[in-house]
């Protein structure tokens, strides 16, 4: 099993940035896809950035160019940069990983972008 804790996030003007970090406790975490996710009120979760056990990453269209994942192995970090903020990136943000049916989340940290 795999323990996902977020912190990091926070009130923020739009056009500043943030980092975001997931701490992950637990097994064989190098095999796992990693990801961000966020969910604003009324709205469904989705997927912001996600990084594969070989690094290769993937966004979603709205953060691309502004947000960049990154994971760290030796400490068992996942990190998300987040440059620009606009006020449509309030949401609450989640850590993900995953390995084939295990499927694990993190409780969620707030993110509010308003000036």
């Known amino acids: 099993q795999v323990q996902l804790v977020e912190s990091g996030g926070g009130l923020v003007q739009p056009g500043k940035s943030l980092r975001l970090s997931c701490a992950a406790s637990?097994?064989?975490?190098?095999?796992?896809?990693l990801g961000w996710y966020r969910q604003a009120p009324g709205k469904q979760r989705e997927l912001v950035a996600s990084?594969?056990?070989?690094?290769?990453?993937e966004y979603a269209d709205s953060v691309k160019g502004r947000f960049t994942i990154s994971r760290d192995n030796a400490v068992n970090t996942i990190y998300l940069e987040m440059n620009n903020l606009k006020p449509e990136d309030t949401a609450v943000y989640y850590c993900?990983?995953?390995?084939?049916?295990?499927?694990?989340w993190g409780q969620g940290t707030q993110v509010t972008v308003s000036s």
């Open positions: 993900n990983a995953k390995y084939f049916r295990l499927d694990y």
């Open positions: 637990g097994t064989a975490f190098t095999v796992y896809v």
């Open positions: 990084i594969s056990s070989r690094y290769s990453t």
